[in-house]
């Protein structure tokens, strides 16, 4: 069966630091797989996706930047994190039908 | 283009009663249609699906949803509420192919159930 990981469940980062979170899934290949954030009372926004190694697609201008350098893994990355990036950061992947998504725990995020 | 409007950021029920969760949806292409669960700081998980076929949908822990073209809705029901239902409820959508197999997420319904 299939697994999605994400790590870690829960980060507190200064100001002006990198960002590194990391998304595996096991169980699929060639999955789409796509990083939403969900801050309070705005819902899920998806920042990126993938439907392929090195394809990465932005949905959103910001401060953050994604890469998929395997097939399953999904990562999440900022050079220097701002007050407005703290959140909780979802990952998740879908076949390329998106009849469905399947989600990690998610990490909380609090820059400080 | 999709998008998803959930009416009612905060819905209160009391255990025993029906549970009501709107969603309506905007899409330019046949849409899927999700309900997915969260509880407090973990992911998402999916409650029920509409891709085709039968309009109306179940679900697990007793919800279902019907999906009505006419009205661009799909809102989530359960007869009777159980206060483990409560959590945040998002309403997804999304459509066949490219950037459109992207799920669009609404923003969101608390449901609190009190005893």
């Known amino acids: 069966s299939q697994t999605i990981h994400q790590w870690p469940a829960t980060l507190v980062q200064p100001v002006g630091s990198p960002l590194s979170l990391e998304c595996t899934v096991e169980g699929t290949s060639n999955p789409n797989l796509y990083w939403y954030r969900q801050a309070a009372g705005r819902g899920l926004q998806l920042l990126f996706y993938s439907v392929g190694i090195g394809q990465i697609s932005s949905e959103v201008p910001q401060n953050l930047s994604a890469s998929r350098p395997q097939d399953r893994q999904f990562i999440l990355s900022s050079k220097k994190l701002l007050l407005s990036d703290s959140g909780f950061y979802l990952c998740?992947?879908?076949?390329?039908?998106?009849?469905?998504?399947?989600f990690g725990q998610g990490t909380r995020l609090t820059v400080v | 283009a999709q998008s998803v409007t959930q009416l009612g950021s905060h819905v209160s029920v009391s255990e025993g009663a029906l549970v009501l969760l709107r969603c309506n949806y905007s899409s330019s292409v046949p849409p899927y249609l999700f309900w997915y669960v969260q509880y407090p700081n973990q992911g998402l998980q999916l409650l029920l699906k509409?891709?085709?076929?039968?309009?109306l949908v179940k679900g697990i822990n007793g919800f279902e949803a019907e999906f009505k073209k006419s009205e661009t809705s799909f809102h989530l029901t359960k007869p009777s509420a159980h206060m483990s239902d409560a959590a945040e409820y998002f309403c997804?959508?999304?459509?066949?192919?490219?950037?459109?197999?992207?799920?669009?997420f609404g923003k969101g319904t608390k449901l609190s159930v009190k005893p």
């Open positions: 998740a992947w879908g076949n390329n039908r998106a009849t469905e998504a399947f």
């Open positions: 997804a959508v999304s459509g066949y192919g490219g950037s459109q197999g992207n799920l669009i």
């Open positions: 509409y891709t085709t076929g039968a309009t």
